[in-house]
């Protein structure tokens, strides 16, 4: 089975700081992704990579940053921390075809 | 350009009874389809998907979509309703004209069935 696996359930961070929220995909994936999840609002993209040190902005980029070093690693970046960025966040991968996969989340909230 | 609409924030069913979450989409070509369902406080599982062939999709958990050219819609279905079915649902769409990897998705259906 495919597995995607997110660094933490859940978060608390203080508006400002800095946060990483990880993700790992064991599948040989070449597409990453990052969305956040609100509600009323359903998933929306933050940025997604289709390969290695590639990466592309999604619908809301706007403070937050992303990192690919390794094909199986997509990292988010929040660079400051700030309380609108309190949310789900959901890593996916996928390979060339359409399917998706999804990690099970990160539950972040700023303070 | 892609859009799925999932017109129902909620759908209430008794238990044993038939349900259908709703969804349509529009894409400038051919339509790849998903749904997925979100329990609480998890990621998103894979449900099915229409890719191509026939309109009738069966998936896990004894749900099933129908695609609909003509209507543009893939609605979800399942002929007996179980109370653990209680869940999130996403419809999403991916147009195969544009060569883009990236779903878009609905802003979700919540399922409640009552015992």
């Known amino acids: 089975d495919v597995k995607v696996t997110q660094s933490s359930r859940y978060l608390v961070k203080r508006t400002g700081e800095k946060v990483f929220l990880e993700c790992v995909q064991d599948?040989?994936?070449?597409?990453m992704f990052w969305y956040r999840q609100d509600p009323g609002l359903g998933l929306r993209l933050i940025y997604f990579?289709?390969?290695?040190?590639?990466?592309e902005k999604g619908d809301i980029p706007e403070g937050y940053s992303v990192s690919r070093e390794k094909k199986e690693r997509f990292s988010l970046i929040l660079e400051s921390a700030s309380t609108n960025q309190t949310s789900m966040y959901l890593c996916?991968?996928?390979?060339?075809?359409?399917?998706?996969?999804f990690g099970p989340g990160t539950r972040l909230t700023v303070l | 350009a892609q859009s799925v609409a999932q017109p129902e924030d909620q759908v209430n069913v008794a238990e044993g009874n038939p349900l259908t979450v709703k969804c349509t989409y529009s894409?400038?070509?051919?339509?790849?389809l998903f749904w997925y369902v979100q329990y609480p406080n998890r990621g998103l599982q894979f449900l099915l998907k229409?890719?191509?062939?026939?309109?009738l999709v069966k998936g896990s958990y004894g749900f099933e979509a129908e695609f609909n050219k003509s209507q543009t819609s893939f609605h979800l279905k399942k002929p007996s309703a179980l109370v653990s079915d209680s869940a999130l649902y996403f419809c999403?769409?991916?147009?195969?004209?544009?060569?883009?990897?990236?779903?878009?998705f609905g802003r979700g259906t919540s399922l409640i069935v009552h015992p």
């Open positions: 996916a991968s996928s390979p060339l075809g359409p399917q998706g996969f």
């Open positions: 599948m040989d994936h070449e597409n």
């Open positions: 990579s289709y390969d290695v040190k590639m990466k």
């Open positions: 894409v400038s070509g051919n339509p790849y």
């Open positions: 229409y890719i191509t062939g026939d309109n």
């Open positions: 999403a769409v991916r147009d195969d004209s544009g060569g883009s990897y990236i779903p878009t």
